[in-house]
């Protein structure tokens, strides 16, 4: 937990959210300001600045982002028609959040 970050608090139910899923690693919610027809957050309960502060000790919670990421494309059904799963690494790559999460989108095309 780290003070005044807005991912801490949301994890921490501070801040109130609606989860699309919870396990003891990470939570989902869906973006306050989506881009695109899907746009979910899949956020590590840990805080982590960014990609780049990712050590050895992590890589348990990188792998089930991704592969909850997955499900979650699934289950919002936008699997067949596709998707992008991005980081956004610091304010040069269009970080705002100081707390690691990856980016779901998709929804554009029909399958
Ligand atoms: P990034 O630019 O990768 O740091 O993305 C941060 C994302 O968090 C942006 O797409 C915001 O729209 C989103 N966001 C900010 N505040 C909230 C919030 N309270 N609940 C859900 N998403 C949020
Ligand atoms: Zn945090």
Not at 17 to 32: A, G, K, M, P, Q
Request: proline share 3%; hydrophobic share 40%.
């Amino acid at each position: 937990m780290e003070e005044d970050c807005l991912f801490c608090k949301i994890v921490n139910g501070e801040i109130s959210s609606d989860f699309l899923y919870e396990n003891d690693t990470l939570v989902v919610f869906r973006d306050i300001n989506p881009k695109a027809p899907v746009h979910l957050l899949i956020v590590p309960k840990k805080h982590i600045r960014s990609i780049n502060d990712l050590t050895k000790d992590d890589e348990k919670i990188v792998s089930e982002i991704i592969m909850v990421a997955k499900d979650m494309a699934k289950k919002e059904s936008v699997s067949e028609s596709g998707y992008k799963l991005f980081f956004n690494v610091e304010r040069g790559g269009g970080q705002i959040i100081f707390h690691l999460h990856l980016h779901l989108m998709g929804g554009w095309h029909q399958a």
